[in-house]
């Protein structure tokens, strides 16, 4: 099984009514959310860790997630209100505002005895959940108890409206890629956290400090990926019409991740040994995956059954 650790929320999503005016329509999110359920649609064993409301827009993330197989028995139930983000599109990219102080997912707490790791082969985290200290300190307590038989990905999928300091972010950040055995990122969040450094010296610094793979996320041109033995890997992303750029991110690590586990690539010392043409496939389906949430709106990930028979 696979697990995905952090946020869940409703996103409210910029729509229009019959009249033209403008609207916010709920839709289910929350960045590693959004790629538990992208795992479970590709038909991969996934399960969800993190907090999540009994209250009525927590009842519609238990049953969105529920209705793609996402396992969420080691999820916790609390009374505390759901986390709502607000987005709004500027040109290709998504805009939150964030109302999560005191919500169910924010105040999650790692407990041992409610996460069996028995039979986990990979745990992905990331996103606003650590942008907080408390979420990122129980989620750190996680990463540590499963890192020594547990493959760790990170997204940090960076949203500058909630950082107040944006170098103690960065240097927890750090920390996070320094226990990460897969790091991706956007090259927006790539720019937010590391200005004009090159892509390649810094995918060649978290590979030093013990990360197996380094991905950049590059939207319509495709992504780019470093490896200790498979070197520098390069795909393009397909041409689609595209409707919103909302969970495409997401989707690309949840098929990533699909993808390494379908190759039996998954686990650390597999991963090392990854081929150039495993790695080529992984990314090339990552991007077919991401390319179809675009055409649709807000986080939607494709299910296996909708893509074409050549994608994988």
């Known amino acids: 099984m696979l697990l995905s650790c952090g946020d869940a929320l409703i996103d409210f999503l910029p729509s229009r009514t019959a009249?033209?005016?403008?609207?916010?329509?709920?839709?289910?999110?929350?960045s590693c959310l959004n790629i538990a359920v992208g795992m479970a649609r590709l038909d991969v064993p996934t399960g969800f860790v993190g907090g999540i409301s009994t209250d009525t827009f927590g009842t519609m993330i238990a049953d969105?997630?529920?209705?793609?197989?996402?396992?969420?028995?080691?999820a916790t139930r609390s009374d505390r209100q759901a986390t709502l983000a607000f987005a709004r599109v500027t040109g290709t990219e998504t805009q939150y505002a964030f109302y999560d102080s005191g919500t169910a997912s924010r105040t999650w707490s790692y407990r041992r005895e409610t996460v069996a790791l028995d039979g986990v082969e990979c745990i992905h985290t990331g996103s606003t959940t650590l942008v907080h200290d408390k979420g990122a300190a129980e989620t750190l307590?996680?990463?540590?108890?499963?890192?020594?038989?547990?493959?760790?990905?990170?997204?940090?999928?960076?949203?500058?409206?909630?950082?107040?300091?944006?170098d103690a972010y960065r240097a927890r950040m750090l920390t996070f890629c320094g226990k990460a055995d897969i790091v991706k990122m956007s090259d927006v969040d790539f720019a937010y956290l590391f200005g004009d450094e090159p892509y390649a010296a810094r995918a060649e610094m978290l590979l030093s400090g013990g990360?197996?793979?380094?991905?950049?996320?590059?939207?319509?041109?495709?992504?780019c990926a470093w490896h200790r033995e498979a070197g520098l890997i390069e795909v393009e992303a397909p041409v689609v019409q595209v409707v919103d750029t909302?969970?495409?991110?997401?989707?690309?690590?949840?098929?990533?991740?699909?993808a390494l586990h379908r190759l039996d690539r998954i686990a650390r010392a597999r991963l090392r040994d990854i081929t150039a043409a495993e790695l080529t496939r992984?990314?090339?389906?990552?991007?077919?995956?991401?390319?179809?949430?675009c055409t649709r709106a807000g986080a939607d990930p494709p299910r296996s059954r909708e893509l074409p028979p050549d994608s994988w």
């Open 19 to 30: 009249d033209g005016r403008e609207a916010l329509t709920p839709a289910v999110g929350g």
């Open 141 to 166: 307590a996680l990463i540590d108890d499963a890192r020594a038989s547990v493959t760790i990905s990170l997204d940090p999928n960076c949203r500058p409206n909630l950082i107040k300091d944006k």
């Open 282 to 293: 992984a990314l090339t389906f990552a991007c077919r995956c991401a390319a179809v949430t």
């Open 211 to 223: 990360a197996s793979l380094a991905v950049i996320t590059r939207g319509n041109n495709g992504a």
């Open 246 to 258: 909302i969970g495409a991110g997401d989707s690309f690590q949840a098929a990533l991740l699909a």
């Open 64 to 74: 969105h997630a529920a209705a793609s197989a996402v396992d969420l028995s080691r």
